[in-house]
C-alpha cells in the first residue's frame, strides 16, 4: 500500500507499508540512540542489510562526537543498501510529552533532509522514528513526521525531490495515512491512493 502527495512544487512525499532496507534511495534515515553503537528495530535491521561498514564507520565518528544529542543525526556510508548515506538520527525516548520530546523528533526529520540537501540528494527515506522501542504515541510522530517534510518541500530550489516514509506495520502505515490526509485537507492538493 502506499500514498502519494505531490507538493505545487513537484515535489513528493511518498508513504509506503515495507520494510527500508529494500527501498532504494539516495539516503536512508535509521531511527537509532545517542551512543551510535546498533541496537534492535529498523536500527538492527539496517546494519544486518547493509553490512560491518556502517558500524567500522560510526567507530570512526564515535570518538571525536562523544554521544550524539538527541534530535541530532550523522551521515554514513550504506554499505550493501541500496543506498548512497544512512543518516543515523537519535529519537527522543518517550516520557510523556513535557521533555522536549515533539521537539527533539521533529529536529530529527529537519537534520536529516539538511544532510540530505547539503549532499544534493535527490531522495531520502525514513522509518517511523521513536515509535517502536522509545515508546512515542504513534499520532503524535505521524503528524510531526509529515508536516516538517511537507514544510520542507515546500521550500524553493531544494534538491530532495522525493522523501519516503517506509512503515512496516499496517497500524503505523495506517496512522501516517490520517497524518497525511488530515494535514492535507486544509491544503491545495489531496493525497492520491496507489
Ligand atoms: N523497515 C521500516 N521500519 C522498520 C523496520 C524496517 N526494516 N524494522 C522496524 N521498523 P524502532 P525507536 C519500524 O524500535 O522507537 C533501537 O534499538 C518499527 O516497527 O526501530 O526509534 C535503536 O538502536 C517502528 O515502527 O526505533 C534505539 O536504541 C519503527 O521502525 C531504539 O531502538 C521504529 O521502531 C530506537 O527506538
Redesign the pocket.
Known sequence: MQLKHQLPNGRRLIVLEG???RVPVDAIAN???SDLA??????G?IHRAGGPAIMQELDRIRPALGRLPTGQAVATTAGRLPAKFVFHAA?PIWHGGERGEPEALASCYRVCLALAEERGLRSVSF????????GYPLDLAALIAVNEIIAFLSQPAITVEDVWM????PA?YLAYQRALTHGTSRRASRPAEA
Open positions: 520494510d527500508i532496507t531511527a537509532a540512540n546498533g541496537g534492535g528495530g529498523v536500527d535491521a529519537g522509518p517511523s522514528i521513536s515509535t517502536g522501542i522509545y517506509v512503515l512496516f506495520d503505523t
